[in-house]
């Protein structure tokens, strides 16, 4: 999108065009219908098991929060460092 404007005693110019971010048609919600989310907000991730949290067509309250996979670091004999994920 371009716009330039230019303004003198008189006038007030404007030039430009603007278009749509998106071509699609915004869900008309009736609020009457309003479904909240009434699950746990907190997530720990899992290295092997999928989780799915029921949030599809409802509203949330707060912010989901996503807390990283359990690990921990110990210095090895050779110098570094073994890293223990999933604890």
């Given at each position: 999108m371009t716009i330039r404007a230019s303004i003198s005693e008189a006038t007030l110019r404007?030039?430009?065009?603007?278009?749509?971010?998106?071509?699609?048609?915004?869900?008309?919600?009736?609020?009457?219908?309003?479904?909240?989310?009434?699950?746990?907000?907190?997530?720990?991730?899992?290295?092997?098991?999928?989780?799915?949290?029921?949030?599809?067509n409802k509203y949330l309250t707060d912010d989901i929060v996503i807390h990283p996979v359990p690990s921990t670091t110990t210095l090895n004999p050779s110098g570094g460092y073994t890293l223990y994920i999933g604890q």
């Open positions: 404007i030039e430009g065009s603007l278009s749509p971010a998106s071509n699609r048609i915004p869900a008309i919600v009736d609020p009457s219908d309003d479904v909240y989310y009434e699950y746990s907000y907190d997530v720990t991730t899992s290295l092997n098991e999928e989780q799915i949290l029921p949030t599809k």
